[in-house]
Each structure stands twice: as structure tokens, then as C-alpha cells.
């Protein structure tokens, strides 16, 4: 039996992520954006949205970066499963990033990824499943692609943490914080974009 063998209880686990690391929405998407900056995007849209009515924001950030391969893709939304692991070249070093962002916001992700000449590909992970007992099952299955050659789409489904009944207040507020926190690319040529309106560079 591996050492490792009963180290993590993985439904008390992906409750604690839920609860730690990230202050709010925005930095969660900052983190999001990061990858996609690494991946080589010159474009990142954001789409915020309800199915109905009065249903949980649904949350999307696509790229047209470098996409993933089918075993990066496999290990993306494990945690410590970053091909960049110990990295001190890029924005996430450990592989925490993506699954803790996610979950610290949505019940539920998908990712999706694409690449030339190979199909598209995609995972999720579920918080409730888990919490009830159900593994993880993180195997790569058959996915949309987006309108660039290459990329990659994370969605948000059941979006518990939104504090802004109104999504347009929301989305005001993500303009602000993201286009200070991303000033520098914003000024360098990075096309922000959330619900179709440029996010502006802003110096605080």
C-alpha cells in the first residue's frame, strides 16, 4: 500500500477548499486569467450569465491560448497536478490554482480545451458528488470548441459565492478590479473582455 494511502479525505477535502484561499470573485477569475496569460492568449473572455431568472450565475472564461494536451487536460483540476509544478517561471508554481479558484466559487467545472488537428476535449468536477462519496472521475471525454485554433474554456456552473443579484452590478465591479490587476497586459495588448466590453486599464 502507497505511504500516501488515506492521506486526504477527499469529500471533507473539497469542502475546506471551498472555504479558503480566495477573498472574492475577482481574484478567483485572477487566477483563471493568469493561466491563460501562460498559455500564450492575446485574448480572454469572461461571460456572465443565468440559465433563468433566479438560478445561480453560470461563469465562463475561454482563451485563445496554446490549449492542453489530453494528459495535462487530464491532470488540470488535480490538485498539485500542474505540468508547471515547482515552476519559478510562471504565475502557479503547485497546481492548487485552477481547482481551488473554481471551487471556491462554483459547485461544478468544466474545462475544455483545443487544439489544431485534435478534437476537443473536456473534464469536470463536481463538489456535490464528491461530497457524497463519489470519486472524482477526471477522464477526458468529447467537448465543444471555441472560435479560435486554439485554447481553452473553464466554466462555472452553480455559483453559490456571487454576492450581486444583479449581474450587471457584477460585472461593473470586475471591470474595476480586473482592469487594475491586469494593467500591465491590458496596456501591453491583452484583449480582457467581460460579456463582450473591453476591460480598461486602470491605475490606481
Known amino acids: 500500500m502507497a505511504a500516501s494511502a488515506g492521506l486526504?479525505?477527499?469529500?471533507?477535502?473539497?469542502?475546506a477548499v471551498?472555504?479558503?484561499?480566495?477573498?472574492?470573485?475577482?481574484?478567483a477569475l485572477a487566477e483563471l486569467v493568469d493561466n491563460s496569460l501562460q498559455a500564450g492568449?492575446?485574448?480572454?473572455?469572461?461571460?456572465?450569465?443565468?440559465?433563468?431568472?433566479?438560478?445561480?450565475?453560470?461563469?465562463t472564461i475561454e482563451d485563445n491560448g496554446n490549449g492542453m494536451s489530453r494528459d495535462e487536460l487530464?491532470?488540470?483540476?488535480?490538485?498539485?497536478?500542474?505540468?508547471r509544478f515547482n515552476s519559478r517561471n510562471s504565475f502557479g508554481r503547485f497546481g492548487m490554482g485552477l481547482?481551488?479558484?473554481?471551487?471556491?466559487?462554483?459547485?461544478?467545472?468544466e474545462v475544455t480545451t483545443w487544439q489544431p488537428g485534435a478534437g476537443a476535449l473536456s473534464v469536470s468536477l463536481d463538489v456535490d458528488a464528491v461530497a457524497e462519496g463519489h470519486d472524482a472521475a477526471l477522464k477526458p471525454v468529447?467537448?465543444?470548441a471555441g472560435a479560435s485554433e486554439s485554447g481553452c474554456r473553464v466554466t462555472w456552473s452553480e455559483?453559490?459565492?456571487?454576492?450581486?443579484?444583479?449581474?450587471?452590478?457584477?460585472?461593473?465591479?470586475?471591470?474595476k478590479d480586473l482592469g487594475r490587476m491586469f494593467r500591465r497586459f491590458l496596456t501591453g495588448g491583452l484583449a480582457l473582455r467581460i460579456n463582450g466590453e473591453a476591460v480598461q486599464p486602470i491605475d490606481p
Open 74 to 83: 487530464a491532470a488540470c483540476l488535480r490538485f498539485g497536478g500542474s505540468s
Open 142 to 144: 468529447a467537448g465543444a
Open 41 to 59: 492568449s492575446t485574448e480572454v473572455d469572461i461571460t456572465l450569465e443565468r440559465q433563468e431568472r433566479d438560478s445561480l450565475p453560470v461563469i
Open 159 to 175: 455559483c453559490d459565492r456571487i454576492e450581486y443579484r444583479r449581474l450587471a452590478w457584477l460585472e461593473r465591479s470586475l471591470n
Open 99 to 109: 481547482p481551488a479558484a473554481s471551487l471556491s466559487q462554483a459547485r461544478r467545472v
Open 8 to 15: 486526504i479525505d477527499a469529500p471533507n477535502f473539497v469542502r
Open 18 to 27: 471551498r472555504e479558503s484561499g480566495y477573498l472574492n470573485l475577482a481574484t
